[in-house]
Each structure stands twice: as C-alpha cells, then as structure tokens.
C-alpha cells in the first residue's frame, strides 16, 4: 500500500519537476480536482450577482483547482510551496497569479482583500511537518490567523482536506476556531470508503445561518447497521463557533458548607491526627448578623 504523499517528504521536495509532471499530465488527477474545485465553490455559496470575486487558491500547485475559479468567472492568487509546480501553472498560462510561499509562514496578504479562498489536499500537509524544525501547531495558529485577517468580513473558506484520523480533524479544526473562524466539517457520502471527501467550511466572522444549514452530498444513501453507528466518522455535518474561555465561576458563591459536608472534614481531619473541637448541635450552624 502506497504511503500518504505527505508522509513522505515536505511538499517542496516531494513535488519536484518529474511528480509535478506526472501529477498534471494525469487525466485521473485533473478529473478529481476539477470535481472537488467545482464541490469547493460550491461551498463557497457566493452571490449570483454576476460580479467577479477575487479569490485565494491555497495550495494551488500547477493551477488544476485554479482553472475552475476562472471557469466560473472569478478572479484568483494562487499560492504553493513548490516551485516546480509553479512553473509548469506558468507554462499552462493559467489565468491567475501565482505566489511562492508556505501557508505555514503565514499569508502575507493585506487585510480584508479576499472574498474567499480555497485549498484542495492541502492543508493536512501542515500536520505532517518536520517537527524538529517546523511544529504542526505553530504553523497551523499562523496559517489561519492569516487566512482569518485576509478576509473580507463575512467571506468563507472552503479546505478539502484528507485527514488521517479524527484527531487530526480535530486538531486543524480547533486552530481554524482558535483564529476567529466559525463553521465546521461538511462530509460527502459518509459511508463510501471511495467517495467520501471531508470540507472545511469556515465563515471569517460569526455564523450565518446559510452555514448552520449546510448539506452534505449522499446523506440518503443507505447504509449497513456498522456503517450507521452515531461515531463521530458518520456525522455528515458538524458545526462549530469559537468561544473564549470564560473565567471559572464559584458554583458555591454565596452558599455556606452544609452540616455533612463540615462533619466529614472534621472526621479527615481527627484521622490524620490533628486536634479537632467535638461535634455539637451547634457545628456548621450559621451565626445570624448583628446589626
């Protein structure tokens, strides 16, 4: 069995001239990621108001998902870490304009500018870094709070990603909501081992209701009684908010210890050896105020 891509080598160095070659010229390869760009901005639920969107395809490689943003009429960045995919994106003349740079540096974009960004079997790529040099989670905190600050207000992205396991969901996850994302995890034909393709759907802002009721594809179909359990791998659609941490609020503000609660103490306490005043009607009774 082949080993995940990113498993392998950093991005950089797995695509070379010969893989970046032999991923494009593949008809299987650009069948696959036109289907899941057109999925991506369909998730994107921008306006059909005919006006072009500037969009950010992250990962873009040698402009395959680049093509269907053109197709629809869009324009778009695209960014990848690797150079050689870049040169064949330039020799396609794609219609985009293409940056070098590592998501996991960060975005260096202004603020604002970009009306929605997408990114197909990228970003898992950040959970597989070097971690001697490059830990998963440094990079993931600086990708998104990029990617949340190049936002417009309001704007969504859309990740296909492959996670290797819920943990790792879990993980990208929890940083996209650290940075000021809401949204969550939309599956496609959750109980196909072939078909089923997992997005990100992430709102720059808080959540629409448009996101709140979002549909995953093959949700119909029907399913064995094993592939039917309610473990979290079935969910089609899980949708998330951030929340700050409130401060830790004293359940027993106001409320004095009851009698039960003082004789047990007393009781550790005579145990351990320590000197303890004899129980009495009197233990744990409230002393009225004096005014």
């Known amino acids: 069995m082949t080993s995940r891509p990113e498993l392998q080598a950093p991005p950089e160095i797995f695509y070379n001239d010969d893989e970046a070659r032999k991923y494009t010229s593949s008809s299987r390869i ?34 395959l998902s680049g093509e269907t943003l ?40 202004r603020p604002g500018v970009i009306d929605g960004a997408i990114s197909i079997s990228a970003v898992q790529w950040l959970c597989n870094a070097d971690k001697s040099s490059h830990e998963p989670r440094v990079r993931l905190r600086a990708f998104f709070g990029s990617l949340y600050r190049c936002l417009a207000r309001g704007a969504r992205a859309v990740l296909q990603v492959y996670p ?25 034909y959750p109980h196909s081992t072939k078909r089923r393709k997992e997005y990100l759907v992430l709102t720059c802002g808080p959540l629409s209701l448009s996101s709140a009721t979002l549909k995953a594809k093959g949700e119909e179909e029907s399913c064995s009684d094993e592939e039917s359990s309610e473990d979290e791998e079935d969910r089609t659609v899980s949708v998330s908010e951030r929340h700050r941490p409130k401060k830790r609020q004293k359940l027993n503000k106001g409320k004095g210890k ?34």
């Open 30 to 63: 650009i069948d696959i990621q036109a289907k899941l760009s057109e999925r991506a901005v369909e998730l994107l639920a921008l306006p059909d108001d005919g006006v072009p969107r500037l969009l950010l395809d992250i990962g873009c490689g040698s402009g």
């Open 70 to 109: 053109t197709e629809n009429g869009h324009q778009w960045i695209g960014l990848d870490i690797s150079e050689s995919m870049l040169n064949i994106a330039v020799e396609r003349e794609v219609e985009g304009d293409l940056l070098l740079g590592d998501m996991g540096q960060g975005l260096a974009l």
């Open 164 to 188: 290797e396991n819920i943990a790792q969901r879990e993980l990208i996850l929890g940083f996209a909501m650290r940075a000021g994302f809401s949204g969550g995890v939309v599956v496609d």
């Open 258 to 291: 009851g009698r039960e609660w003082v004789l047990c103490k007393k009781e550790q306490m005579r145990r351990k050896g320590n000197v303890v005043p004899p129980d009495t009607k009197y233990t744990a009774r409230k002393r009225k105020a004096r005014f």
